[in-house]
């Protein structure tokens, strides 16, 4: 990568962290100390836990497409700067309409869609994927850090502390996007980007598209579940909330350990819905494990265990699926509907998981609809086909290529490894999916002959790039 390249990634990658630290750290307390608010129960709980996700499923597009317009650094700092507005709203409560509030006001500020466009836009294509995989694992790493982070600082300067650390650190966020990221507006049009209107429908009727959003909606939702109801059971089997980070660091490392080779066999061997449903199944037997425990640390303790590991595992796979999926120039399209699905799932989970613990026998209630969800989403699994496996080539073309567009389609076509041709003369870009297998260097000086070999030779047709999927 180049400088500026570096300065970008690591900037936004470095907000990225703060910025999912702020909301994850949360989860792990709200049950257990949020209890001790004013008006607190635990069907409020589940509403401070889920209304974050629920106005960031609202905003999440509408921003994303204001950022296209007004500028990926101003929405990050104006939503950073919303975000810190909610956190010190919680800081300074001590209801829980105050916490509600608060959270609600961090969902308005999302900039997620804005953090990714940027990204995408900053980067080279051919330096691109190795971004967007920087931004996967930070995720992981984040949401990791945090769930061992919040019973810490919460334990030691309680939970308005905890909101308090979170304001300083999107401040932190602040600072960064202020002296890191360009302050021009002029990006270049990267299509996978951008969320484009006209082909919604294209998307919506995408039926393996619709079965992954399903699966991210389910897994968000039972992670929203089991945070509502892990932390109180913990305290009933004798572990004191200062103590919750430790079994949760144990988890999080085997899971890292286990996943990472899980995922590489899978796209290695080519059996990603071997392994696909195989996390499925392993989040039924975590559900089932956790509802069958009662006051037996041993199958409780195995039960969070094999929660950890179907969620890295499903995380990790199921953003690769909606690569794969998606047509190759709707990819930005795909992910903003991939992403509101997952912060519904965020609110359903909260909201709904709070108002069936506040019932009686309420744990046993979340278990149970949680194991209905995962049920809905192994048959749902089962009905997958294979995904393609294959990697996204973006070829630069001259602009004098609108003439000859369907020839020169036709004749990549005709190449074995290429299975998806769309060219986008008004772009200068060619987007093509290829077989993995022959994904190589000599395949892409191939196809830029092709193109080359049609139109009249321009400096445009030099540079070409790959990214895996």
């Known amino acids: 990568m180049t400088k500026v390249e570096l300065r970008a990634t690591w900037g936004l990658v470095a907000i990225f962290i703060l910025r999912m630290l702020g909301i994850f750290m949360v989860l792990p307390v709200l049950t257990t100390y949020g209890m001790k608010l004013h008006n607190a129960d635990q069907s409020l709980i589940g509403l401070a836990i889920g209304i974050y996700g629920l106005v ?16 990926y650094k101003l929405l990050i700092i104006v939503g950073l700067l919303i975000f810190t507005l909610g956190s010190i709203i919680a800081a300074l409560t001590d209801s829980i309409w105050g916490i509600i ?98 082909s919604i429908a294209t998307i919506l009727l995408n039926k393996q598209l619709l079965k992954l959003n399903f699966g991210i909606f389910c897994l968000h939702s039972i992670l929203m579940f089991n945070f509502v109801v892990l932390p109180q059971n913990m305290m009933n089997m004798g572990f004191l909330p200062a103590d919750q980070w430790k079994i949760y660091l144990i988890a999080v490392l085997i899971s890292f350990f286990v996943v990472m080779p899980c995922i590489v066999y899978a796209e290695k061997k ?21 509802l069958a425990a009662g006051f037996n640390r041993l199958i409780f303790l195995i039960g969070i265990q094999l929660f950890f590991l179907s969620f890295y595992l499903m995380e990790g796979l199921l953003p690769s699926l909606i690569s794969k999926v998606a047509p190759p120039s709707l990819k ?4 903003g509907f991939y992403s ?18 506040s019932l009686p026998e309420g744990a046993s209630l979340v278990f149970i609809a949680s194991i209905s969800i995962v049920l809905a989403w192994l048959f749902v699994s089962l009905t997958m086909s294979e995904p393609p496996y294959v990697t996204s080539i973006i070829i630069s073309v001259p602009p004098n290529i609108i003439g000859i567009k369907q020839l020169i389609t ?14 986008i003369p008004e772009e200068n870009s060619a987007y093509l999916k290829v077989d993995t297998k022959y994904a190589k260097p000599a395949l892409i000086d191939k196809l830029k002959k092709i193109v080359n070999n049609n139109v009249i030779p321009t400096d445009r047709c030099e540079n070409s790039s790959i990214k895996d999927t």
């Open 56 to 71: 960031q499923s609202i905003c999440q597009i509408p921003i994303g497409m204001a950022s296209d317009r007004l500028g």
């Open 410 to 423: 036709h004749q990549l076509l005709t190449e074995q490894a290429v299975k998806e041709v769309l060219i």
């Open 340 to 357: 509101t699905s997952q912060f519904i799932g965020v609110a359903c989970g909260g909201i709904i998981g709070g108002w069936l613990f």
């Open 270 to 290: 080519q059996s990603i819905k071997k392994i696909f449903i195989c996390g499925v199944t392993i989040l039924l037997c975590a559900q089932i494990s956790l």
């Open 101 to 198: 509030f608060g959270r609600a006001v961090q969902g308005i500020g999302t900039i997620t869609a804005a953090v990714m466009a940027m990204l995408s836009d900053l980067t080279m294509e051919q330096n691109r994927t190795k971004a967007m995989a920087v931004i996967g694992i930070s995720f992981s790493l984040a949401f990791a850090i945090a769930i061992v982070l919040g019973p810490i600082i919460t334990s030691t300067i309680g939970l308005s502390g905890l909101f308090w650390c979170i304001t300083m650190l999107t401040m932190t966020s602040v600072i960064i996007a202020l002296l890191t990221l360009p302050t021009s507006n002029r990006y270049k049009l990267n299509r996978e980007s951008n969320i484009i209107c006209s």
């Open 332 to 335: 930005g399209t795909a992910m």
